[in-house]
């Protein structure tokens, strides 16, 4: 990647070229992490994680993390603050995963005009004022660990490609694989992972990343798209085979 497409994209590697992430081992790249956590992390190894998650032949992926709508507004569900500390845990684990291994991290958002004006059908309709912009509703929540290397888009609907510049994104990142993680599993991330998968881009859901406000409608969720649309896979599976990424 171009030092010139990092400054446009606003996901400059500090340091410069020296300070460029080489391409090594998973073990060596993930030790700290793992020694910080007093093992809880340790990797397993089998045939059918390999096989669920290696890259298909000749052809390396370049992942993305998408993490959507961890906002103010959505955690005033009862459902959603019950897991709100594991799932803050689990996300921050994720993306400093892939900051280590190099790849772009991008926080999804939805956010209103105050007016509604460019808000969703069903809202108008029952002047509902929810993620308007200017209020804590749309912020994402205060326990995320961002950097200032990451990307943030802000939509105005479920799925985070419509009317949305993510197309340009993804190509100019040159990304071919999506991992999501964030809420509502039965909404924004069900249709973030049906749109990329009619874009034929490679989808993987974090199991542990994704709740809902609703348990039912998180579980059939879940069955749908694993297999299919996407792979649902655990942190450690995800950790065992993440490619590093070589800047430069």
Known sequence: MSESLIDDMKIGMSGGPE????????????????????????ITKSDSIHARLRPRPQQMRRPAIFVIDMLNDCFEHQELQRLRPSLCSSINELTAVARTCGHPVIWVRQEFEPDLSDAMLDM???NIHMFIKGTPGPR??????RSEADIEVAKKRFSMFFGTDLDDLLQRLGVDQIILAGVNSHACIRM??????QRDLDVLIVRECVASKD????????????????????????????PVYLAG
């Open 140 to 145: 994402l929540l205060d326990e995320l660990h």
């Open 124 to 126: 108008k309709r029952k």
């Open 215 to 242: 348990v039912n409608h998180h579980a059939v969720t879940m069955e749908y798209l694993d297999g299919g649309v996407a792979r649902v896979v655990t942190l450690n599976e995800l950790r065992d085979q993440l």
């Open 192 to 197: 973030a992972a049906i749109d990329a998968y």
């Open 19 to 42: 300070s460029a992430i080489f391409r090594h081992s998973i073990s060596s790249a993930f030790g700290k992490l793992r020694s910080n956590d007093g093992g809880r992390s340790a």
